[in-house]
């Protein structure tokens, strides 16, 4: 990676013709880092452009699902990020007496990480910024406020200013905009950003070593004045209160006010440590496309939610896994650019289903008025009294899982066959993610399943040796898709019927957990995407025709280039580039 201060003297020196990326990238923040590591991966040179000069150093967002950390698994960089982390992270929704009306304690791990877990935001964007140094064709340009951008239909092209009064102009292939809720990028696009933006106001107070201690979320549903309290790791608490309408956004610098808040929750408020206290308005809103002619949006630039499902940073981290993987192929060839119109196909609507949740979750928090409250204190009682509603909470059965309906899959099922019809699951997995348990290796090690397969496309079949299910010519279309071929199996078949093929392996399914997902199916093929969700399924004698479907559903080109190894190389006209 190259940052700003390598290039000083082209900065000062610059023409109008200047270095070209594959990708540009505006915004340093957790999308615009984590799409750059992607690609970094997968040999893309990538430009990021942030108009700060450093990355932000206080905390913002406190909650890290299990898909994320999937993501971070895919860059490699989960186990840094992991310390700055509190797994299993339990939310309790109380009443304005302390009592508790229900809550939320996920058991489930079938991605491999724990569902909800509660964590300090620069801690890991910085690890996803030391990240960027494995690859030399990725720079990063901190103070480069971007002020025009413009799409010829060949490339687009930045300009801006830097902090030190330099300007600049650059060019890429593509363009995603991480650039916040405000951004400049979606604007340029003339996209719609339809929502609300709700007056309730809320004061956020972070403070250092941690006055109560106690590890958990407490999400306080006192009409009196609704508030938030939650441990995080390293001993950091952020308390949130609602404001009510006559209190002034300055009361922030009020610290008799804040005191006063803070006199409810922690037995000395004088003392307190305080990171930082701002106020926040609650955004629900989202953009009417994600993308328009070479130029994306992600993030909050793309969709903003309240924070009651901890879901914002989590929903950025899911439109970079998407994104990027189909850029990747775009730009080194391997697919045409239509591929690119399912992002915002299969991203929209899931992200538009969590700003609906988050909005309705915050709804039972805060009202105001002691009636309402007392009849959501009644209604919850109620519901706990019954084990599956409270399990419905408890479990977070409640929140929306990406399920891709159209895309870059292939929905088709044989319905007509017995096996369809004695299946217990009838609900096709196609365009959900696959689970994650452990496997064993071929050197007898112990591994998530991502990490045998790696960051690529890969078909798997249960219990048999999926390189003798296509024809030469099929496994042609395999190699220019890049795809791995993985034999899943009991522990005790995995000495047998060794595949021959150097893109083929086998894993032992050491939890049992992998074949009761195919107990519960007639899916004993899977072709899996490079972020983990199942793009077609066949039953055996159906592998070779569903691959011909698949290549032509994410438009794979006849005469790409097939591609060898784990990952593909950074190309010699890249470094050139950089």
């Known amino acids: 990676m190259r940052q700003q201060d390598d290039l000083h003297d082209e900065e000062s020196t610059m023409t109008k013709t200047d270095p070209t990326s594959d990708v540009l990238i505006i915004g340093a923040g957790p999308v615009g880092l984590s799409l750059a590591n992607l690609l970094g991966m997968r040999g893309v040179s990538v430009t990021v452009l942030e108009a700060l000069p450093k990355l932000i150093d206080y905390p913002r967002g406190v909650g890290i699902d299990d898909e994320s950390l999937r993501s971070l698994q895919t860059m490699g960089l989960v186990e840094k990020a992991l310390p700055f982390t509190t797994p299993s992270h339990i939310m309790r929704l109380v009443n304005g007496k302390g009592r508790r009306i229900t809550e939320i304690r996920p058991t489930t791990d079938e991605f491999g990480w724990s569902r909800r877990n509660a964590f300090i935001q620069p801690e890991i964007d910085r690890v996803l910024f030391e990240g960027l140094e494995r690859f030399p064709h990725v720079t990063v340009l901190f103070g480069h406020e971007v002020s025009s951008i413009s799409d010829d239909g060949a490339e687009v ?64 549903g006192d009409p009196r004045r609704p508030y938030v309290s939650l441990g995080l790791p390293q001993a950091i608490r952020r308390f949130e209160f609602m404001l009510f309408d006559d209190e002034p956004d300055s009361l922030v610098e009020d610290d008799g006010f804040v005191e006063k808040l803070l006199a409810d929750h922690v037995p000395d408020p004088l003392t307190v440590d305080i990171v930082r206290a701002r106020v926040y308005t609650h955004h629900s809103r989202i953009a009417g496309d994600f993308r328009k002619g070479r130029i994306f949006i992600a993030g909050d630039a793309a969709h903003l939610m309240p924070v009651w499902q901890g879901q914002g940073w989590n929903s950025g981290e899911r439109d970079a896994t998407n994104l990027a993987w189909k850029l990747a192929a775009v730009v080194t060839g391997q697919c045409d650019d239509r591929l690119l119109d399912t992002y915002h196909a299969e991203r929209h609507a899931h992200a538009k289903a969590m700003i609906d949740l988050s909005t309705a979750f915050g709804r039972v928090v805060k009202p105001t008025n002691r009636v309402v409250a007392a009849l959501r204190d009644a209604a919850a009682s109620a519901l706990n009294s019954f084990p599956a509603a409270r399990d419905y909470f408890a479990q977070m059965k409640y929140k929306p899982m990406p399920r891709y309906t159209t895309g870059a899959i292939v929905t088709g099922e044989p319905t007509d066959l017995h096996v369809r019809r004695s299946s217990p699951n009838k609900t096709s997995p196609v365009g959900t993610q696959l689970i994650q348990p452990n496997v064993v290796d071929a050197l007898g090690a112990t591994k998530l399943l991502d990490d045998v397969i790696g960051y690529r496309w890969a078909v798997l079949q249960w219990g048999g040796n999926p390189e003798r299910l296509f024809s030469d010519e099929q496994r042609e279309t395999l190699r220019r898709l890049g795809a791995v071929l993985v034999s899943v199996r009991p522990v005790v078949q995995m000495e047998i019927d060794q595949p021959q093929d150097a893109d083929a392996v086998v894993v032992g399914d050491v939890t049992g957990r992998l074949k009761a997902w195919f107990d519960d199916r007639d899916t004993p093929v899977l072709f899996l995407r490079p972020d983990r969700f199942i793009a077609a399924t066949a039953l055996a004698q159906q592998a070779g025709t569903r691959l011909e479907e698949l290549a032509a559903a994410v438009h794979l080109h006849a005469d790409a280039a097939a591609i060898a190894g784990e990952q593909i190389p950074a190309r010699a006209e890249i470094k050139e580039k950089v």
């Open 157 to 220: 092209t930045v300009s801006g200013t830097t902090l030190e009064g330099e300007s600049f102009r650059r060019t890429a292939s593509y363009l995603v905009g991480s650039d916040g809720g405000r951004s400049r990028t979606r604007k340029h696009m003339g996209v719609s950003f339809e929502g609300q933006s709700p007056s309730t106001r809320w004061l956020v107070v972070d403070v250092r070593d941690d006055p109560i201690g106690t590890p958990n979320i407490y999400l306080g």
